[in-house]
């Protein structure tokens, strides 16, 4: 059994700053492991992924040059860290875990789902 468990979030102004931290507990494995998003009514889209060695990462298009995906093992952290962040940011962000290092930007590639967090770009 693996959880992935989340922190972080809250309000934020545009143009400011946050960081989302995650990690996985229970079994020990190698895990690829990425941030998605979803607003209500929407399916969840992909924000950023890292491969187990964080040597690989992949953004969304709209997050790129923004959003910066970073892990450390030793720690069993994964971080996402959101600058110049605008109102189409916000949404709930969740952190997923899947079996094996690679990067996947699929949801349906992910087995494991932490319980999300808000995240709210206003003025």
């Given at each position: 059994?693996?959880t992935?468990?989340?922190?972080g979030?809250?309000?934020?102004l545009?143009?400011?700053?946050?960081?989302l931290?995650?990690?996985t507990?229970g079994r020990?494995?190698?895990?690829?492991?990425?941030?998605?998003?979803q607003?209500?009514?929407?399916?969840?889209?992909f924000?950023?992924?890292?491969?187990?060695?964080?040597d690989?990462?992949?953004?969304?298009g709209?997050?790129?040059?923004?959003?910066?995906?970073?892990r450390?093992?030793?720690?069993?952290?994964?971080?996402?860290?959101?600058n110049?962040?605008?109102?189409?940011?916000?949404?709930?962000?969740?952190?997923?875990a899947?079996?094996?290092?690679?990067?996947?930007i699929?949801?349906?590639d992910?087995?494991?789902?932490?319980?999300?967090t808000?995240?709210?770009?206003s003025s």
């Amino acid at each position: 059994q693996v959880t992935v468990v989340q922190s972080g979030g809250g309000s934020v102004l545009p143009g400011g700053s946050m960081t989302l931290s995650c990690g996985t507990t229970g079994r020990a494995g190698i895990y690829g492991m990425g941030w998605f998003r979803q607003n209500s009514g929407t399916e969840r889209q992909f924000v950023a992924a890292t491969s187990w060695g964080g040597d690989t990462t992949n953004y969304a298009g709209s997050v790129k040059g923004r959003f910066t995906i970073s892990r450390d093992n030793a720690k069993n952290t994964v971080s996402l860290q959101m600058n110049n962040l605008k109102p189409e940011d916000t949404g709930v962000y969740y952190c997923a875990a899947r079996n094996g290092g690679g990067v996947r930007i699929g949801a349906d590639d992910y087995e494991y789902w932490g319980q999300g967090t808000q995240v709210t770009v206003s003025s």
